[in-house]
């Protein structure tokens, strides 16, 4: 119970999804909506391998499946937010709202990306920070050390 | 919002759900921004939404999922139903087709959801009296016969939107209180947020009285 970025799919969906792919797939037969669905369901993974699958199957849509072209752009950059690929995401919500300025879920989707990266930057410094401390107090004692050999 | 202990209580899901072009999205619009949105393209997907708000004098915030109702999104959008604790179905007053469809949305929504599940009915554009093609009576008839709560909405004009959205609440929150909803049930759609001390819940009293007289 989060938000776009963070809920999960259910591994029974994904599962399900990803049967009737590769059934289509061994067929030599995928259709848009089978691989629109699976690559759904991967971009909501909590694997970072398989939201990088939906990515690729997003990217093979977008090219070849004029029809569904405003899902897969709000897909594919919510794939790439999630394995934390901002640029890449921002650059698929620029091209959408090139199409469709006002369109109020992906500017919504802009935001909470940027939130993202926001709270990312901070944890990412808090981190840095963390290492400096860790590594000032090893020199410490390694001094205090010294200092009670001599 | 700073950071420390949560300023809500709890947490409840809610799904909005319904045929493409009832207004499902302008509701959730409506409800968490107070704005109407006149020019509203088809959602992808799901939306997502939250706003707090109070509930006997606890604040629950409420996480709101709002699906695509174009039928491409719905084999995908059904895995949202799970775990919601409150269901908005909505129809549009003035095109019929989208209330006799009623019936296969209660369908996925009892299949797909729990026993304690909230349905709330919604008749949207009711600011559109010229171009009804629902009467209120028959849908009322429906809700009754299907223990749903019912009523005639506008996102347009807001009409009974807070209503429709803050009821499912009040419905929710009686459940939890009657013991009926287990909070910890994993798909109870409501999670409690027993964070700020001193202020607990009634859930949560016993637990810290039988803490302090540990002490």
Redesign the interface.
């Known amino acids: 119970m989060d938000d776009v970025l963070t809920e999960t799919v259910p591994t029974d969906d994904l599962k399900r999804f990803e049967k009737v792919y590769h059934e289509q797939l061994y067929k030599n037969d995928v259709t848009p909506k089978a691989q629109f669905e699976y690559a759904w369901c991967l971009v909501r993974s909590k694997y970072p391998a398989d939201i990088k699958k939906g990515i690729v199957l997003l990217q093979e849509l977008y090219k070849s499946h004029d029809e569904g072209q405003r899902d897969y752009l709000y897909y594919l950059a919510i794939g790439n937010a999630r394995i934390k690929e901002y640029s890449k995401a921002l650059s698929y919500v620029r091209a959408f709202l090139s199409i469709e300025p006002g369109n109020q879920q992906v500017i919504s989707l802009e935001s909470t990306i940027k939130k993202k990266m926001d709270k990312e930057g901070l944890v990412g410094m808090a981190m840095a920070g963390g290492v400096v401390l860790a590594v000032g107090a090893l020199v410490g004692l390694g001094m205090a050390v010294a200092s009670k050999k001599s | 919002m700073s950071a420390g202990p949560y300023n809500y209580s709890y947490?409840f899901?809610y799904i909005i759900i319904g045929d493409m072009g009832v207004g499902k999205?302008c509701l959730l619009?409506q409800f968490t921004e107070k704005k109407f949105?006149s020019?509203?393209?088809h959602?992808?997907?799901?939306?997502?939404g939250t706003r707090i708000i109070e509930v006997a004098g606890k604040k629950i915030k409420l996480?709101i999922w709002d699906t695509a109702g174009q039928e491409?999104f719905r084999?995908?959008t059904?895995?949202y139903y799970?775990?919601a604790a409150g269901a908005l179905m909505v129809y549009d007053i003035t095109r019929r087709s989208t209330y006799n469809h009623l019936s296969s949305w209660l369908t996925d929504t009892r299949n797909l959801t729990n026993p304690n599940t909230v349905i709330f009915l919604i008749g949207n554009k009711c600011d559109l009296e010229g171009q009804r093609d629902v009467t209120y009576e028959e849908a009322k008839q429906f809700a009754d016969e299907n223990g749903l709560m019912f009523v005639e909405a506008s996102a347009k004009t807001g009409q009974n939107v807070e209503e429709a959205f803050l009821e499912t609440a009040r419905k929710i929150y009686q459940s939890i209180q009657d013991g009926r909803l287990d909070l910890y049930a994993a798909d109870s759609?409501v999670?409690h947020k027993p964070s700020q001390p001193g202020r607990n819940t009634l859930t949560n009293d016993q637990q810290s009285n039988k803490d302090n007289c540990a002490c």
């Open positions: 947490i899901k999205s619009h949105m020019d509203c393209p959602t992808i997907g799901v939306e997502f996480q491409r084999a995908v059904r895995s799970r775990g759609g999670q």
